[in-house]
């Protein structure tokens, strides 16, 4: 007897087995299958795929009107679009590949030193910048920039970096020769990750930063694995040590914090098919299907 899947499980049973997959999977299943495409592009297979917490964040947020939208539009709106949270400050945005936060610290959000001494910093407007204003460096003798963000506001069971995303105006001066620090730590750990690199190194030297598809450069700071998105705070530094060198023309527009990689996005995914007992339940109405169709 040749069974069709899409017969024998009701449409909540299929919804709840795609939602274990992933975005491009539920894609890919809608464009072979007719007979998948209406469960795969449902909103209770898409809604799997936001963070839990969407709804809450996207209220508070500059585009609280993004919530009327189907749920596969809202994905790939906060896939391919940040909107601003936190009256601006923060930008938030998800990972294509799986729906993992994102979120960028606007340099407003930083702590920077002697920010508001207008010999030494400028605040300005960019149109390729997501946010109202950057911090631009007028003139200082020692860098000292700090940025940090609550461990429990991103994606747990996932391995996060964190990003300086900057740009350095044509005259600028003061970076070629003297390193600066980018130091990573998590509050109440004894480990961090420590790098010192030149941010303008010569011609004939490798760039170690890379330029982003907004136009704008990053390098990465450190990485970290967020276990259980506690309490905690990770804390995020730009510094010079070396010595008092002047330094003019760094733009910062802030410090993106975003997935990495995807190798432990699956074990959070069959630990909550495990935990919340979808299995069972799956395995429940199979079978109730199943009967109910072969004794037809």
């Given at each position: 007897?040749?069974?069709?899947?899409?017969?024998?499980?009701?449409?909540?049973?299929?919804?709840?087995?795609?939602?274990?997959?992933?975005?491009?999977?539920?894609?890919?299943?809608?464009?072979?299958?007719?007979?998948?495409?209406?469960?795969?592009?449902?909103?209770?297979?898409?809604?799997?795929?936001?963070?839990?917490?969407?709804?809450?964040?996207?209220?508070?947020?500059?585009?609280?009107?993004?919530?009327?939208?189907?749920?596969?539009?809202?994905?790939?709106?906060?896939?391919?679009?940040?909107?601003?949270?936190?009256?601006?400050?923060?930008?938030?945005?998800?990972?294509?590949e799986n729906g993992k936060k994102c979120y960028?610290?606007?340099?407003?959000?930083?702590?920077?030193?002697?920010?508001?001494?207008?010999?030494?910093?400028?605040?300005?407007?960019?149109?390729?910048?997501?946010?109202?204003e950057v911090a631009k460096l007028k003139k200082?003798?020692?860098?000292?920039?700090?940025?940090?963000?609550?461990?429990?506001?991103?994606s747990s069971k996932t391995n996060y970096a964190?990003?300086?995303?900057?740009?350095?105006?044509?005259?600028?001066?003061?970076?070629?020769?003297?390193?600066?620090?980018?130091?990573?730590?998590?509050?109440?750990?004894?480990?961090?990750?420590?790098?010192?690199?030149?941010?303008?190194?010569?011609?004939?030297?490798?760039?170690?930063?890379?330029?982003?598809?907004?136009?704008?450069?990053?390098?990465?700071?450190?990485?970290?694995?967020?276990?259980?998105?506690?309490?905690?705070?990770?804390?995020?530094?730009?510094?010079?040590?070396?010595?008092?060198?002047?330094?003019?023309?760094?733009?910062?527009?802030?410090?993106?914090?975003?997935?990495?990689?995807?190798?432990?996005?699956?074990?959070?995914?069959?630990?909550?098919?495990?935990?919340?007992?979808?299995?069972?339940?799956?395995?429940?109405?199979?079978?109730?299907?199943?009967?109910?169709?072969?004794?037809?």
């Amino acid at each position: 007897m040749d069974i069709v899947i899409t017969k024998v499980l009701p449409d909540d049973c299929m919804s709840l087995i795609i939602s274990f997959t992933s975005p491009r999977d539920a894609c890919r299943m809608a464009l072979v299958s007719h007979a998948f495409r209406s469960v795969a592009d449902s909103d209770a297979v898409w809604e799997m795929f936001l963070p839990v917490d969407y709804k809450e964040i996207i209220s508070k947020s500059s585009s609280p009107s993004l919530l009327s939208l189907a749920k596969k539009d809202l994905y790939f709106s906060l896939c391919y679009h940040s909107i601003l949270i936190d009256n601006g400050a923060m930008s938030f945005q998800l990972d294509k590949e799986n729906g993992k936060k994102c979120y960028m610290l606007g340099a407003s959000a930083l702590s920077i030193k002697w920010e508001d001494t207008p010999e030494y910093w400028s605040w300005t407007s960019l149109p390729e910048s997501r946010f109202s204003e950057v911090a631009k460096l007028k003139k200082v003798g020692r860098l000292d920039v700090k940025g940090e963000a609550k461990l429990k506001v991103l994606s747990s069971k996932t391995n996060y970096a964190a990003f300086l995303v900057f740009k350095l105006v044509r005259d600028r001066y003061g970076f070629r020769h003297t390193p600066v620090e980018l130091r990573l730590t998590i509050e109440g750990t004894a480990s961090e990750e420590v790098r010192s690199l030149i941010l303008d190194p010569p011609p004939n030297e490798p760039l170690q930063a890379k330029e982003r598809e907004d136009g704008w450069m990053e390098i990465e700071i450190g990485e970290f694995f967020n276990e259980f998105g506690d309490d905690r705070t990770v804390e995020c530094n730009l510094r010079e040590v070396h010595d008092n060198q002047p330094k003019r023309g760094l733009i910062i527009e802030g410090i993106e914090l975003r997935p990495k990689d995807n190798r432990t996005i699956q074990i959070s995914k069959f630990d909550s098919i495990l935990r919340g007992g979808h299995l069972e339940f799956l395995v429940s109405k199979f079978a109730k299907s199943f009967t109910s169709l072969t004794l037809r």
